[in-house]
């Protein structure tokens, strides 16, 4: 079931175009990243979502409510949404239990009701027993907790999040990902983050939706995002990679050859003879040594950087070209560097992107 | 004769001696504080500053000779000064609120043009102020309003709204954007975010641009003199009366009584400022 359908959304702040006809369907109890470069539009269409912007055109039905739509504007708080800032954006002034119940508010519920459901969610993001506190004796994490318990007290059809743990240490952003994650599956939410983070991207969501210059790229899982990305924006976006320029020669069964200035290669996908393309692989991919019906390139290690269960080695191929390569402790011959290495990848792993998409 | 020495100082006036006395006297307080804590040019700042006008006050009124001239009884001027006081600083915090908020939160070429001339206000004499609001009434409203309450409570506020709005911008910081959002996605209409949100956070900022109105109002002289109702006096005004007619006995009581209405206002800021700096709660 969706929960969330935007079709065909504009968006335009003057003259500049924020978001060009964006189409999301986001499916019920699904956790969704919007995984952009700052400028992509990414957090303005979380404030179209919201209701904070109107949009220019489009429609954005939030469960069963046509919420933005030629003739109609739901603002707001009419909208059934749970929206967690940057920041938390604790009320100050408020004690954690009555930053909880803020949205309560309005509902005619008797105070041990209320009292009872923030207790429970408090319960249920770990801050039990710290509903006395103010939010400036909390820690960001905890903040950040608190300002996820106001927002699904009110049980939205949808939980918009924008950046939500941008502003924690990189180790404790590292926890908050995968807590965050089980918290919204427990509690069934459906929800979209924003994040310029692939890592958190990819740690947090059911689906990533790569989005560039105000549209959505690419909206795939996480692991068929990186294994098969769909634009050379998306494949840079996520990853490590090597890419190397070069014009296409031939085109058969759904594979290209490819003149490249470090020799013939062959990559998936079709184009006709005389396309520039940009063809490109996954570190992982590529092996010392040759093999028949590969991609095979030589070329002098540049750099080696060790990180712990992996090693990249850079290799300069000459021409301006470089080789990226992840080689793991079991790739018995590490090479040094300045050392003359071949390193060889399954045409299977090997993309071809047309090169004016170049992001 | 008597007025110029405020210029070039009669050194026969007794009045001279004991300023330089309580200068002294503060000087004093100053070394020995210097010594026990560090903290004395504080205290000597705060004694010269309260010292000589509070000083001076007293020795007029010990020294007064009978009452020669009849004017407003002391709490019927400290009354009307209060309400003036009270009326133009609520007046001119609820005129900066709107000014304030679209300053800060809408900003743009026109509205920051519109918030900074109105600074220009506070270069303007609050004489001319008075003369053109007189003006008007007199040309277009045939003398409708002149010299009555209302007419002198929007002078005060006109003259005094830059002070009020310095007060209520810096009071906004503490009320961001993105509360008033997340308290909308919370089901919250726009008038109860208004109440529940951004009027709680910036209260005391308001009440500090309130109480910043409220004391120049009450030291006001020159606008006072021209707008005030026939039979009313301020402190000001009819401490300016005595004191011009040299009767500076009956005039004295009235600057103590300035000072003291002063001083709640005073301790107000002086809190909410000390607050602002300790209290992490009032930190966004």
């Not at chain 2, 010299?147 to 910081?173: C, E, N, R």
């Not at chain 2, 206002?265 to 602002?276: I, M, N």
Request: proline residues 5%; aromatic residues 6%; charged residues 20%.
């Amino acid at each position: 079931m969706t929960q969330l359908a935007v079709a065909g959304l504009d968006k335009s702040f003057g003259a500049h175009q924020v978001l060009c006809g964006l189409d999301l369907d986001v499916p019920a109890g699904s956790l969704t990243a919007i995984l952009g470069p700052s400028g992509s539009g990414k957090t303005t269409l979380l404030r179209v979502l919201a209701g904070f912007e109107h949009a220019d055109a489009g429609t954005v039905r939030i469960g069963s409510a046509l919420a933005d739509g030629p003739g109609v504007f739901l603002p707001p708080e009419r909208r059934r949404i749970g929206y967690v800032p940057q920041e938390g954006s604790l009320f100050p002034h408020l004690t954690v239990a009555a930053n909880v119940a803020f949205g309560l508010s309005r509902r005619k519920w008797g105070r041990e009701r209320r009292g009872k459901r923030c207790a429970e969610l408090l319960e249920s993001v770990g801050l039990g027993g710290l509903d006395r506190r103010y939010p400036h004796q909390l820690s960001g994490g905890q903040q950040q907790r608190v300002a996820l318990a106001r927002a699904l007290v009110i049980k939205p059809d949808v939980l918009l999040l924008d950046e939500p743990l941008s502003n924690l240490d990189a180790k404790l952003r590292e926890e908050m990902q995968v807590e965050l994650r089980r918290l919204l599956q427990n509690v069934g939410a459906t929800a979209i983050f924003v994040t310029h983070d692939q890592d958190e991207a990819l740690t947090m969501s059911d689906r990533v939706a790569v989005m560039n210059k105000g549209r959505i790229e690419q909206l795939a899982e996480p692991r068929e995002l990186y294994s098969r990305p769909a634009s050379l924006f998306a494949l840079n976006f996520v990853g490590l990679s090597t890419r190397i320029a070069g014009t296409v020669v031939g085109s058969q069964d759904g594979k290209v050859e490819v003149d490249t200035r470090v020799g013939r290669l062959s990559a998936m996908g079709s184009f006709i003879a005389g396309s520039p393309v940009v063809v490109a692989a996954r570190p992982e991919h590529l092996r010392p040594g040759a093999a028949l019906a590969a991609n095979s390139v030589a070329g002098r290690v540049r750099s080696i950087v060790f990180q712990g269960s992996r090693t990249l080695v850079d290799v300069d191929a000459g021409a301006g070209e470089s080789l990226l390569a992840e080689l793991s402790g079991r790739d018995a011959a590490m090479p040094r560097v300045d050392e003359e290495i071949r390193l060889t990848w399954p045409v299977s792993e090997t993309f071809a992107f047309p090169a004016e998409a170049r992001a | 004769m008597v007025r110029s020495w405020a210029l070039s100082p009669d050194l026969s006036s007794p009045f001279v001696y004991l300023t330089i006395l309580l200068a002294l006297a503060s000087l004093v307080l100053l070394a020995l504080e210097v010594r026990r804590r560090g903290r004395g040019w504080l205290v000597a700042l705060t004694g010269l500053s309260l010292g000589v006008p509070v000083g001076s006050s007293v020795y007029w009124i010990a020294t007064a000779g009978h009452p020669s001239l009849t004017g407003v009884s002391m709490p019927s001027a400290a009354l009307s000064t209060a309400l003036y006081g009270l009326l133009s600083g609520g007046l001119a915090t609820l005129m900066a609120l709107p000014v304030a908020l679209l300053a800060v939160r809408h900003p743009g070429r026109a509205r920051r043009f519109l918030e900074r001339s109105t600074y220009l206000v506070l270069a303007v004499p609050g004489v001319v102020i008075a003369l053109a609001l007189s003006y008007f009434t007199e040309r277009y409203l045939g003398g409708f309003g002149y010299q009555t309450a209302p007419l002198l409570i929007l002078a005060y506020a006109i003259m005094f709204f830059p002070l009020a709005l310095v007060g209520v911008k810096a009071s906004l910081a503490r009320a961001p954007v993105s509360l008033d959002e997340v308290a909308r996605s919370l089901g919250q209409p726009r008038l109860a975010v208004l109440f529940r949100v951004t009027l709680r956070l910036t209260g005391p900022g308001l009440v500090a641009a309130f109480c910043l109105v409220f004391l120049s109002v009450i030291t006001e002289l020159t606008a006072t003199l021209i707008l005030i109702p026939t039979g009313v006096q301020t402190l000001a005004s009819q401490f300016w009366v005595y004191e011009t007619n040299l009767s500076y006995g009956q005039a004295a009581p009235f600057a103590l009584v300035m000072i003291a209405v002063a001083a709640i206002p005073s301790w107000v800021l002086g809190r909410f400022f000390d607050r602002g700096a300790r209290d992490p709660r009032m930190m966004t």
